[in-house]
Every structure is written in structure tokens, then in C-alpha cells.
Nanobody, 123 residues
Framework: VQLQASGGGLVQAGGSLRLSCAAS????????VGWFRQAPGKGREFVAA????????YYADSVKGRFTISRDNAKNAVYLQMDTLKPEDTAVYYC?????????????????WGQGTQVTVSS
């Protein structure tokens, strides 16, 4: 499956952005999807993930209550609504797909990755 992340940009602290992850190739509904981010000089960090339906969602403590992950399998897309953004949310955001049943918070278990989209939050 091929993934393409989009929707990043420059926003002031307290603002909102909506990231999209568009999938093509295999049946997207067969994959769990996660969002990760990587800030300059730091490792890749788990942000949020969603199960094969839109029932099961998972969040990092740092974004819980501010970010919302959702998916539309009919459109082969997953979204990350980011509200009340903070400067520390600045990073390149990646979406990834996992065809298995491993820990969704661990990046090494994901099979496919998108190219990343830059999110910059100014103070």
C-alpha cells in the first residue's frame, strides 16, 4: 500500500490543522494506521493510531484531548485533527500502515510509511 500525508503547514500556537493520509494499492481497511512525528534532533515519536474500523483509537499522553484520529475506509483515508497546537508539536508528521497485530505505539512494527508533512507551530 502507498501512503501520502498532507495538510501540514505553519500555524500559531492555539490554532488547528487537519492532516490527511491517503492510501492507494491494497484494501486499506485491512490495515491499522498510525501517526508518528519527528522533531529536529529527536527520534520518531508515536502520536496516535486507529484500528481497522474507527472504533479503537490510541493516543500519546502529550496529545490526548487535543488530537483526534479518524478514518474513512470508503475514501481510503485517515485523518488527524490537531487542535490547541503548541510549539512543541512542531515536527514532521508521518502516517504508517500496519497489517498485523503488534503494538501500535512502536514504529518498527509498521509495514508502510508515507513521506511526511511538516507542521510548524509558532509561539
Amino acid at each position: 500500500v502507498q501512503l501520502q500525508a498532507s495538510g501540514g503547514g505553519l500555524v500559531q500556537a492555539g490554532g488547528s490543522l487537519r492532516l490527511s493520509c491517503a492510501a492507494s494499492g491494497r484494501t486499506f481497511s485491512g490495515y491499522r494506521v498510525g501517526w508518528f512525528r519527528q522533531a529536529p534532533g529527536k527520534g520518531r515519536e508515536f502520536v496516535a493510531a486507529i484500528g481497522r474500523s474507527d472504533i479503537s483509537t490510541y493516543y500519546a499522553d502529550s496529545v490526548k484531548g487535543r488530537f483526534t484520529i479518524s478514518r474513512d475506509n470508503a475514501k481510503n483515508a485517515v485523518y488527524l485533527q490537531m487542535d490547541t497546537l503548541k510549539p512543541e508539536d512542531t515536527a514532521v508528521y508521518y502516517c504508517a500502515a500496519d497489517g498485523g497485530y503488534s503494538n501500535l505505539r512502536v514504529s518498527q512494527f509498521y509495514d508502510y510509511w508515507g513521506q511526511g508533512t511538516q507542521v510548524t507551530v509558532s509561539s
